[in-house]
């Protein structure tokens, strides 16, 4: 069973950065994709972004151009650069891996923000 741990969540204020890490146990290239996905209280989760095994990258439309996901292949983690923040960006921001349909979530890590 893959482990996924987040760090790096915290407070942060609006128009500023944040960067999460997640750290995989096992080899990133054993999934389809590596990536982010959010969720804000009473709100349903939602998908962020993430990159592929070939290094195709996504991003949701609400992330794009502030976000910016990454990965270093050496340590098995992914990051996501958190750019421009916004209030609305406050959630809990959880790291996923997908292997086909069958999805792996770490525990999350709570980002706030607020002046």
């Known amino acids: 069973q893959v482990q996924l741990v987040e760090s790096g969540g915290g407070l942060g204020q609006p128009g500023g950065s944040l960067r999460l890490s997640c750290a995989v146990s096992?080899?990133?290239?054993?999934?389809?994709?590596v990536g982010w996905y959010r969720q804000a209280p009473g709100k349903e989760r939602e998908f962020i972004a993430d990159?592929?095994?070939?290094?195709?990258?996504t991003y949701a439309d609400s992330v794009k151009g502030r976000f910016t996901i990454s990965r270093d292949n050496a340590k098995n983690t992914v990051y996501l650069q958190m750019s421009s923040l916004k209030v609305e960006d406050t959630a809990v921001y959880y790291c996923n891996a997908r292997i086909l349909s069958r999805h792996s979530w770490g525990r999350g890590t709570q980002v706030t923000v607020s002046s």
């Open positions: 096992e080899n990133i290239f054993n999934f389809n994709a």
């Open positions: 990159i592929n095994v070939g290094g195709k990258i």
